[in-house]
């Protein structure tokens, strides 16, 4: 304990805060554990906090009613259970506790809140605000909503989840319905991230005042602050109430906290309006470049690198077998992305996985009956026409059976997806592989039935395995593309429309078409999102110098760019010898 204490009051190691925390945490639940009950004597106040901090679930209901007995309802609620959250989210905050811990506590919060509401006669009486939140028109992810959910719902406010694929016209409704405090946006993708903005437009045009947070993967801040000027460019007009990008659920939760708060309200909406202010005074650099649809100019993508042949051609449903799949999982995004774990290093990490994450994945894998891996795979004769990948029937190579639009980088490279197919004034017909996966619907009904019951934990840990349960599925797939093709397991790259390279998702419908993917229980939603949520597809480029690029980013390389893999490497699992 003395070396540990040295570590962290002399900085000498990197992760000294968390070998200290994890070792003192340990400590003291094994302490707990030999000594009995360790709420034995407590008065009811510092039991909950006990609870609510040691995420200890059993019990609490107990403890509820002696508070209630000793301090009444509404102090329970205010003076002991909120603050008990708050040191929680201040402690994650603080990089002391992880996402699953967090949530852990949540659902012993639910269980304390549920017991509550006996004594209650309205809770909404007793609600810190109310938030309208949903996900974007067009986007079925929506596990970071529900995270905002739990944050917030757990921390006194009143939630109305509108849930995903929600137009903007609902969300606006529900807000004057509700008579909201603020309106929570949520978005994965690029494309449908563009909902936000409409959204702020819509309500500056109709002259309401909800605050509007936002968040997502795919903006920034610099995204919020453009967007607090709903006329762009042409204008100074601002949207009053504010616009707040939000990284996380806590940052939401702090944010909300201050537009609740008359004293405070006023200064963050100014703060953000100030930032924003110093944005648009920096300029934006003018783009000076072509549009993306100009195919005037090709990039330096070779036009001579062998055709390989195909196993087949056409389309046909392809066996999985999830053994084969396991390999191919990313440990490394699972356990810090999905679960959490990103901030934790060195030994506390190692510990971590060893002791948590990864004897969890393998019970999780082993145990689990949701997942219900289906695959379709086609392979069509094909040719580049500039900015378009003619796609031809394999039993009529002349005959056109759709026509794939990509937008091309108006500089760097003027790389587009379709240089990396012979072109079509060549007279010569490449191949391009269209694939399609999912793991069913299952696994989401069962996350919205463990938020249902308040285990938020399991909930995230189970969101978390499906994504990866589907995304190595798709790696699998492509691995065995690679293997049919007789190219080298990490040429070429595997792009899915959302991204940069081919962001409209509107070009679904001529993959549908296509690979006909409703035989695998596939649809398109009326936004062009992939449903069931765990699910993806994907285009094939087998070209050795095909790299990932954005319409302001990317370079074709000289030679061979090879693709980072999962299986066989330290981020996934070990492959089983091939016959």
Not at 249 to 261: P, R, S, Y
Request: aromatic share 8%; charged share 30%; glycine share 8%.
């Amino acid at each position: 304990e003395r070396e540990l204490t040295d570590d962290l009051v002399f900085n000498r190691r990197e992760d000294a805060l968390e070998r200290f925390i994890a070792h003192f945490e340990q400590k003291g639940e094994s302490e707990e554990e030999s000594a009995g009950d360790p709420t034995e004597g407590m008065e009811p106040e510092e039991a909950l906090h006990f609870h609510i901090l040691r995420r200890k679930k059993e019990g609490v209901e107990d403890w509820i009613d002696r508070s209630v007995e000793k301090i009444g309802a509404v102090p329970t609620l205010n003076d002991v259970l909120l603050p008990a959250m708050k040191e929680v989210g201040d402690k994650f905050g603080a990089g002391e506790l992880i996402l699953p811990f967090v949530l852990q506590s949540a659902t012993v919060m639910k269980r304390a809140v549920a017991q509550l509401e006996n004594y209650l006669e309205k809770m909404e009486g007793h609600t810190k605000g109310k938030v309208v939140i949903a996900t974007v028109f067009g986007d079925v992810h929506d596990i970071g909503k529900s995270l905002v959910n739990t944050i917030l719902t757990n921390n006194g406010y009143t939630v109305i989840d509108l849930g995903k694929q929600v137009p903007v016209d609902t969300i606006i409704n529900a807000a004057i319905e509700h008579d909201a405090d603020a309106i929570g946006l949520s978005a994965l993708l690029v494309s449908t991230s563009k909902q936000m903005p409409t959204c702020v437009q819509e309500l500056h045009e109709r002259g309401l005042e909800f605050p509007v947070l936002i968040g997502g993967a795919a903006i920034n801040r610099d995204f919020g602050r453009r967007i607090l000027y709903p006329k762009g460019r042409e204008s100074d007009e601002v949207y009053e109430p504010g616009v707040f990008y939000c990284k996380d659920a806590f940052v939401g939760l702090a944010t909300v906290d201050q537009l609740v708060d008359d004293e405070a309200r006023g200064a963050i909406v100014q703060k953000f309006r100030e930032e924003a202010r110093k944005l648009r005074e920096q300029g934006e650099q003018v783009d000076d470049g072509p549009p993306v649809t100009d195919a005037s100019v090709r990039s330096a993508a070779r036009t001579d690198v062998p055709v390989p042949e195909p196993p087949f051609w056409g389309v046909r449903d392809v066996e999985v077998d999830l053994d084969e799949v396991y390999p191919y999982l990313d440990r490394h995004v699972l356990f810090k992305l999905h679960w959490g774990g990103r901030g934790v290093k060195g030994e506390e990490w190692e510990r971590l996985v060893n002791e948590d994450f990864a004897p969890r994945l393998e019970r999780m894998w082993r145990e689990q009956d949701y997942l219900h891996p289906r695959a379709r795979l086609g392979y069509f004769p094909c040719a580049a026409d500039g900015n378009e990948l003619v796609v031809f029937d394999p039993d009529e190579p002349d005959r056109e059976l759709e026509r794939l639009v990509f937008p091309r980088q108006p500089k760097h490279d003027r790389i587009c997806l379709t240089d990396f197919y012979r072109p079509l004034e060549s007279g010569e017909r490449d191949v391009v592989a269209l694939q399609a996966v999912t793991v069913g619907p299952e696994v989401t009904e069962l996350m919205a039935r463990l938020e249902r019951e308040g285990e938020f934990a399991e909930q995230l840990f189970t969101h978390g395995l499906g994504v990866q349960a589907a995304e190595g599925l798709a790696e699998w797939l492509h691995s065995e593309i690679r293997r049919g093709l007789g190219i080298d397991l990490d040429q070429g790259r595997r792009y899915s429309w959302g991204y940069p390279a081919c962001p409209d998702q509107s070009e679904h419908e001529k993959v549908w078409r296509l690979l006909e993917l409703e035989k695998i229980g596939m649809t398109l939603s009326d936004g062009y999102a992939v449903t069931p949520e765990q699910s993806t597809v994907a285009i094939v480029a087998h070209h050795p110098q095909a790299v990932y690029f954005g319409m302001k980013s990317g370079f074709i390389p000289k030679e061979k760019a090879p693709d980072e893999l999962i299986a066989g490497t330290e981020r996934g699992g070990e492959l089983p010898a091939r016959a």
